[in-house]
Every structure is written in structure tokens, then in C-alpha cells.
């Protein structure tokens, strides 16, 4: 099957720093989703980009399908952005989604 | 805006027990999904659903797994004779349509099995 990998799988740093995630997949995808598990374990829905480049505040996210990959860029890190970030991808023709391991940020005050 | 919803949130069962988790997905979407979390692993899928009947189902959706959708509007994953290991979080997802559509997930439903 399709292998998702994520990195780095741990990241602190301080407040107002700039991070960048990175989503590599194995074999072309249909669709391909970001998401943010908060304290809590709830997933929120962060983008669903199978290509190109979307933006929403502080957050932006690009995937380059061709080179099967994506980015998740966070600016100015807050407190509230610590937690487990996963990508997710589902090939053409198969409907369930394939997580990767995830990146725990931390951000210290 | 419309959302995937589950109760309970926390269920707590003795091995050996049945439990049923509960969904509510977004009211026009037609493929509904279930995974699993175990805690400090990553999100797998267990099952998905489309026109009343599993459309794909994983390793781990063994025959003490099943799944209904008794009305037109609830989705229900049910674990006969529950072992320590189906400690997890359950998530419900649901999607509009096949193809270019993302899945929206539910806020998930801890079970721990003691």
C-alpha cells in the first residue's frame, strides 16, 4: 500500500518562530488533507490540498503531486499551535485515507 | 456549518463487553468511514460504507466488528466481546462523493476497555 512518511516527527520551538512540515507519499493520490490534533484528540481539518498552494492566516500549505509531496508552513507560532500535525493521503480509486505518523510541535512560551 | 458528530465521547466497557459508537454525518454526504487511534500512534482506517454496505475494510475490522446505518442519519460501529487492545479513540468520518471531496471527521469517541 501507500506509505506516508512525515518530518520531522518532533519540533520545539519558541514562540513567533516559523516552522515548516513536510508530507512525502509513495505512489500518486487522489486527495491529500492536513490536519491538527489538539490536547484534546479531536482532529481539525487544516486543508485539503491535493495540489498547489493554499493559505488560511497563519497557515499555508503547498503539494507538489508530481514530486509527491507537501508542505505545511506555520508563521509566527503561537502557544495554541502545539500539538500532532497529520498528513493524510487516499489513492485514485480507493476511499479510505492514509495517515502518516504525524509531527509533534511544541511551542514554549 | 454542518459538522460530523459522535457520542458518547468517552466509553468506558468491560472486556468482553458490546459497545456501539454512534455518528451523525454531515447530512448529504454518502460515504461514511470509521478509524482508530491508539494512543501515540497514528490514525488507521478500519472501515468505510457507501450505499448501505462496506464498500473496503482493514486487517483490523475482525468479525466481532460491524457497522449499520439504521436510519437516515445515524451511523453506528459496533464491538462485540471487546478486548483490552480495542482501547482507542474512534473517529467517524463522512464525505460527499467519491473522487475530489475531503473527509470531514467527527470529534471521536475515547473507548477504554478494563
Known amino acids: 500500500g501507500i506509505q506516508v512518511e512525515q518530518s520531522p516527527p518532533d519540533l520545539i520551538l519558541q514562540e513567533g518562530a516559523n516552522s515548516t512540515l513536510r508530507c512525502n507519499f509513495s505512489?500518486?493520490?487522489?486527495?491529500l488533507q492536513w490536519f491538527h490534533q489538539n490536547p484534546w484528540g479531536q482532529l481539525i481539518n487544516l486543508f485539503y490540498i491535493p495540489s498547489g498552494t493554499k493559505q488560511n492566516g497563519r497557515l499555508s500549505a503547498t503539494t507538489v503531486a508530481t514530486e509527491r509531496y507537501s508542505l505545511l508552513y506555520i508563521s509566527s507560532s503561537q502557544t495554541t499551535d502545539s500539538g500532532v500535525y497529520f498528513c493524510a493521503v487516499d489513492r485514485m480509486g480507493a476511499q479510505k485515507l492514509v495517515f502518516g505518523q504525524g509531527t509533534r510541535l511544541t511551542i514554549n512560551p | 456549518e454542518p459538522e460530523v458528530t459522535q457520542t458518547p465521547s468517552h466509553q468506558v466497557t468491560q472486556m468482553g463487553q458490546e459497545v456501539i459508537l454512534r455518528c451523525v454525518p454531515i447530512?448529504?454526504?454518502?460515504?461514511f468511514y470509521w478509524y482508530r487511534q491508539i494512543l501515540g500512534q497514528k490514525v488507521e482506517f478500519l472501515v468505510s460504507?457507501?450505499?448501505?454496505?462496506?464498500?473496503?475494510k482493514s486487517e483490523i475490522f475482525d468479525d466481532r466488528f460491524s457497522v449499520e446505518r439504521p436510519d437516515g442519519s445515524n451511523f453506528t460501529l459496533k464491538i462485540r466481546s471487546t478486548k483490552l487492545e480495542d482501547s482507542a479513540m474512534y473517529f467517524c468520518?463522512?464525505?460527499?462523493?467519491?473522487?475530489?471531496?475531503?473527509?470531514?471527521f467527527g470529534p471521536g469517541t475515547r473507548l477504554t476497555v478494563t
Open positions: 447530512s448529504n454526504h454518502l460515504y
Open positions: 505512489d500518486s493520490v487522489n486527495n
Open positions: 460504507f457507501y450505499n448501505n454496505e462496506i464498500s473496503e
Open positions: 468520518a463522512s464525505r460527499e462523493g467519491a473522487g475530489l471531496y475531503e473527509q470531514y
